[in-house]
Structure formats: structure tokens, C-alpha cells
């Protein structure tokens, strides 16, 4: 039997030039699942929504749309591939984890998403915080860009190039308006008013009641000289209180892999993973 991808509809591209289509997974004409593929100028791929019927599953169709999907990539100019599994850990997402793995994709990245309580969280004691001033804000978004690339580097095999280009499309993305961007809080942590770390949080106010989604943690940063004195956690806490307050009850974030000490601070808080990110070089 011979498994193939067949476009369900046009390719598409968007004013940036990242180019998408949808497939149909087929054995011998018949449709068995399905597939998306997408690709950036920078040259990083996406497969996205695969899905085998299950009458077809466990006979390698994933194995090969995954496969072909990858040729598709490579011809439109990409040198990366990425994935992600979605599921809180179990069984299910162990043996997904496997397969992904015995297809080249090592794990870059998890996220993690907690329910609040109704209280907002308390600060430890002596810790107070305020809004970033106006001020402030150039020379921290031009540290952002470049620390969150050369992470991008670090922790998921991007090019520094490929790693520079999406820190930069991210942040425009992310703080079009700078500090003013709607539901956009970025808060410094102050010990006896000194600064002592910052913490980003988007709260955007969903569109109706059904859309509302989770709020998200962006970034988390300790200064240097303060850091292993437990201000990590009074930062997420600081972040709980930024989400109640803007009426979201569910607070996310991306923890690389291999971050083990943060892995371990928002495991001890609470925290869940629900999606598992991977990536191959093509």
C-alpha cells in the first residue's frame, strides 16, 4: 500500500511570507487522517494537527506523513522542523514522546498551565512590586531580544541567525505598543526598594466569556546579585496576582528543556504540563 500527502486546499502566505497548507494522509486514494504544514522566512517548519483515523493507526501512517511532510518542508526552503505532542503526562503521551524521538525530534520545551485560587497570593514578607516606568523600558526589550535568542540557540537548535529572527518577530508580536500594549503587565520585584527581579505577564481580556484563556508568563527573571534567596517563586506569585486581577483564573508559561531548576519551582507550585515541544534539523 503506498501512503501520500494530497493537498485539501491552496497553499497560503501571510504579509510576513510564511507559507501553510493543509494535507490529507492517504493510502492508495483512500483518506486516512490529516496533516498541516507551515513554514517561516527563517526557515523553521511546523507540522501541526496530525491525526491517523484510528482504524489506521499503529501501520506507520503517521510515520510517513511525518516523513513526507518533512520533504515538503525541505523544499520549501526550511532547515528545521517542529512538532509538539499535547497531553499532560501518562501512557499516551510517553508513547508519543518514544515515537517522536525514534523519528529524530528531540524535546526542546514544555508548557505548563495552573488553576488559581480565588485569593490572590501574598508577597513574602519585605518584598513589594511596581509597574516598569517608561523609562526603563528600551534597555530591558533590547536585553530581552537578545537573551531570548541566544536561548532559542541554546535550548532548541536554532541557528543564531534562525534564533535572532524569531526573538525579534516574537517581541514585535508580543509588545507591538511597548509598555501600553493592551494586557501587557511587565512589574519589577523590589526589596527596601531596590529592584531585585521582573516578571511579564499577558492578561488579555478574552473577547467573550467561552474564549477566555489562560494568562501568560513571558518571562521571569532574578537579578544576578539576588538570585537563591526565593524571589523566583515570590515573582510567579506577584504573577498570580496579575492574572486574578485582570479576571483570568488560569496562568501559563514555556520552560525549556533541561531548565531543571525553574522545571522544579512551578512543578512545586502547582503547575501541569499540557504540551510537550519538539524539533529536528532537517
Given at each position: 500500500m503506498t501512503t501520500t500527502l494530497r493537498p485539501t486546499g491552496p497553499e497560503r502566505t501571510d504579509a510576513r511570507g510564511t507559507r501553510e497548507r493543509s494535507y490529507a494522509i492517504c493510502v492508495n486514494g483512500r483518506e486516512v487522517g490529516g496533516v498541516r504544514l507551515e513554514a517561516s522566512p527563517d526557515g523553521v517548519g511546523q507540522i501541526y494537527g496530525l491525526l491517523v483515523n484510528e482504524p489506521d493507526r499503529g501501520r506507520g501512517r503517521g510515520t510517513i506523513a511525518?516523513?513526507?511532510?518533512?520533504?515538503?518542508?525541505?523544499?520549501?526552503?526550511?532547515?528545521?522542523?517542529?512538532?509538539?505532542?499535547?497531553?499532560?503526562?501518562?501512557?499516551?503521551?510517553?508513547r508519543s514522546l518514544r515515537w517522536m524521538r525514534n523519528?529524530?525530534?528531540?524535546?526542546?520545551?514544555?508548557?505548563?498551565?495552573?488553576?488559581?485560587?480565588?485569593?490572590?497570593?501574598?508577597?513574602?514578607?519585605?518584598?513589594?512590586?511596581?509597574?516598569?516606568?517608561?523609562?526603563?523600558?528600551?534597555?530591558?526589550?533590547?536585553?530581552?531580544?537578545?537573551?531570548?535568542?541566544?536561548?532559542?540557540?541554546?535550548?532548541?537548535?536554532?541557528?543564531?541567525?534562525?534564533?535572532?529572527?524569531?526573538?525579534v518577530a516574537d517581541h514585535t508580536r508580543l509588545l507591538p505598543q511597548g509598555l501600553d500594549t493592551p494586557g501587557v503587565s511587565i512589574t519589577r520585584l523590589l526589596a527596601e526598594d531596590e529592584v531585585v527581579g521582573t516578571i511579564w505577564?499577558?492578561?488579555?481580556?478574552?473577547?467573550?466569556?467561552?474564549?477566555?484563556?489562560?494568562?501568560?508568563?513571558?518571562?521571569?527573571?532574578?537579578?544576578?546579585?539576588?538570585?537563591?534567596?526565593?524571589?523566583?517563586?515570590?515573582?510567579?506569585?506577584?504573577?498570580?496576582?496579575?492574572?486574578?486581577?485582570?479576571?483570568?483564573?488560569?496562568?501559563?508559561?514555556?520552560?525549556?528543556?533541561?531548565n531543571t531548576p525553574a522545571e522544579r519551582l512551578y512543578e512545586s507550585l502547582g503547575y501541569r504540563t499540557f504540551r510537550w515541544a519538539v524539533g529536528k534539523e532537517l
Amino acid at each position: 500500500m503506498t501512503t501520500t500527502l494530497r493537498p485539501t486546499g491552496p497553499e497560503r502566505t501571510d504579509a510576513r511570507g510564511t507559507r501553510e497548507r493543509s494535507y490529507a494522509i492517504c493510502v492508495n486514494g483512500r483518506e486516512v487522517g490529516g496533516v498541516r504544514l507551515e513554514a517561516s522566512p527563517d526557515g523553521v517548519g511546523q507540522i501541526y494537527g496530525l491525526l491517523v483515523n484510528e482504524p489506521d493507526r499503529g501501520r506507520g501512517r503517521g510515520t510517513i506523513a511525518v516523513l513526507a511532510g518533512e520533504e515538503i518542508l525541505r523544499a520549501w526552503g526550511c532547515t528545521r522542523s517542529e512538532g509538539s505532542v499535547i497531553g499532560e503526562e501518562g501512557p499516551v503521551v510517553d508513547r508519543s514522546l518514544r515515537w517522536m524521538r525514534n523519528l529524530g525530534y528531540l524535546l526542546t520545551a514544555r508548557n505548563m498551565v495552573k488553576s488559581l485560587p480565588v485569593t490572590p497570593p501574598e508577597l513574602p514578607t519585605g518584598l513589594t512590586s511596581r509597574p516598569m516606568a517608561a523609562a526603563e523600558f528600551a534597555a530591558w526589550h533590547d536585553e530581552q531580544v537578545g537573551g531570548y535568542a541566544e536561548r532559542l540557540v541554546q535550548h532548541t537548535g536554532l541557528t543564531p541567525e534562525q534564533g535572532r529572527a524569531k526573538s525579534v518577530a516574537d517581541h514585535t508580536r508580543l509588545l507591538p505598543q511597548g509598555l501600553d500594549t493592551p494586557g501587557v503587565s511587565i512589574t519589577r520585584l523590589l526589596a527596601e526598594d531596590e529592584v531585585v527581579g521582573t516578571i511579564w505577564v499577558s492578561a488579555p481580556a478574552p473577547l467573550q466569556p467561552s474564549d477566555e484563556r489562560p494568562a501568560w508568563v513571558y518571562k521571569v527573571e532574578v537579578a544576578e546579585p539576588f538570585r537563591g534567596r526565593g524571589h523566583g517563586r515570590a515573582l510567579m506569585l506577584l504573577a498570580e496576582q496579575v492574572t486574578l486581577a485582570a479576571g483570568l483564573h488560569d496562568l501559563a508559561l514555556n520552560v525549556h528543556a533541561g531548565n531543571t531548576p525553574a522545571e522544579r519551582l512551578y512543578e512545586s507550585l502547582g503547575y501541569r504540563t499540557f504540551r510537550w515541544a519538539v524539533g529536528k534539523e532537517l
